[in-house]
């Protein structure tokens, strides 16, 4: 992880994570911090599906500057030893037609009430992240650093689809043999629910697995590339 730049890194807590906390400012200016599942946008930027009966957006719609921590420390006897990302910024509506595919696609179990009239999508603008690596390992963030370039964004949100099939195609033999290289050939079914220029999320039933490339894609066919070497891929 020392080889990786500092805001590469936090993007993976980030990818890694499908929940967080979520801190608001509850009346009278009183922090208020919550449980929210989470996914991530092809940049890097958080998406939320929350409802409006919820004190958390209730306050977001009052001040909409909030942060969320993401907890990558799971694994490690020292839970302070492993990796944390706290982002900061404003929580607003979704704007990209793609975010609600995006979140359903790493929560499905979400669209039994993503169309209640009382819920909807919310992405972060981010200001900042401050990334804990571990002991001494600290690094303020800035959203250009965190955030993957646009232009890659875009490429391989324009590219996902096709990325998908290919993984996914016939008997998913592609997605097999990603997660048996990765330790996880114990369970069967394995389908890639997301790609992005960090890696991939997958999914069998319940079971969810992300696997990050070994360097960040900036382009389709970088992503194919190494979604065909599954010795390369990362564990989360």
């Known amino acids: 992880m020392d080889e990786i730049a500092p805001g590469a890194l936090a993007r993976r807590v980030m990818r890694a994570s499908d ?11 009183t922090p208020y911090a919550s449980l929210v599942l989470t996914a991530l946008d092809q940049d890097g930027t958080p998406i939320l599906l929350i409802s409006r009966l919820a004190r958390h957006t209730r306050n977001a719609e009052s001040d909409p500057r909030v942060s969320l921590l993401f907890d990558g420390t799971a694994g490690h006897a020292d839970p302070l030893t492993g990796p944390r990302v706290t982002v900061m910024g404003r929580l607003q509506p979704g704007s990209e037609q793609r ?35 571990g002991f001494g390992r600290i690094h303020r963030i800035c959203a250009t650093d965190l955030l993957a370039p646009a232009d890659v964004a875009g490429r391989l949100a324009a590219a996902e689809p096709a990325l998908l099939q290919m993984v996914n195609d016939g ?8 997660a048996a290289a990765r330790g996880c050939s114990g369970v069967s079914g394995w389908r890639a629910a997301g790609i ?12 969810t697995m992300r696997l990050h490339f070994p360097r960040a894609a900036t382009s389709a066919e970088e992503a194919a590339a190494m979604l ?4 390369d891929m990362v564990p989360a």
Do not use: K, N
């Open 228 to 231: 065909r070497q599954p010795d």
């Open 196 to 207: 992005d220029c960090d890696g991939a999320d997958f999914r069998a039933g319940d079971t």
């Open 171 to 178: 008997d998913g033999t592609l997605a097999t043999r990603l």
């Open 99 to 133: 975010q609600p595919d995006r979140y359903l696609a790493r929560h499905p179990s979400a669209g039994q009430y993503a169309g209640f009239g009382d819920f909807a999508f919310h992405a972060m603008e981010i200001g900042q992240a401050h990334l804990v690596a």
């Open 19 to 29: 929940r967080a906390a979520l801190a608001t400012l509850a009346d009278g200016g």
